[in-house]
């Protein structure tokens, strides 16, 4: 792993924000003043192949990164906020179902966070 690469994975599992790569770059670009953007993308993509951090996608939004902690998310489909939920794995349910193992499974699941919400009764 790259000095970059090592960066980049201490940014992604010690912050609980769900960043996006540019976030992630300007982070980074205060501890190695010399980075590029297109340096973060790729240990960015390097990173998720080897499965060190993952990637959360929304559409309409730019890819989030996150730690590999089991967990699932919550996505506010107002401001595309995102908030780590853990629920009961689901894997024996889903292989049960299936009839055959799984390797993994990604829940996310949509609802209108309390700020929204509250803007939304303001605003009626």
């Known amino acids: ?10 940014i992604v599992n010690h912050c609980d ?11 980074l670009k205060e501890r190695c003043n010399k980075v590029v953007l ?6 960015l993509n ?14 309409g939004s730019p890819d989030r990164y996150d730690n590999t902690t089991p967990h699932d998310h ?5 401001c595309g906020a ?3 939920m853990k629920f ?4 024996e349910q889903l292989e049960q179902q299936l009839g055959f193992p799984i390797e993994s499974y990604d829940l996310k699941i949509s609802y209108v ?4 919400r509250n803007k939304q009764q303001v605003g009626a």
Do not use: W
């Open 1 to 10: 792993m790259t000095k970059y690469g090592r960066e980049i994975l201490d």
């Open 17 to 27: 924000d769900h960043p996006t790569a540019e976030d992630i770059f300007l982070r």
């Open 38 to 43: 297109a340096t973060v993308y790729n240990n």
């Open 46 to 59: 390097s990173l998720c192949a080897q499965g060190e951090i993952r990637r959360v996608t929304v559409e």
């Open 74 to 78: 919550l996505i506010c489909k107002c």
């Open 82 to 84: 995102i908030k780590d």
């Open 88 to 91: 009961t794995d689901l894997s």
């Open 113 to 116: 966070c309390p700020h929204c």
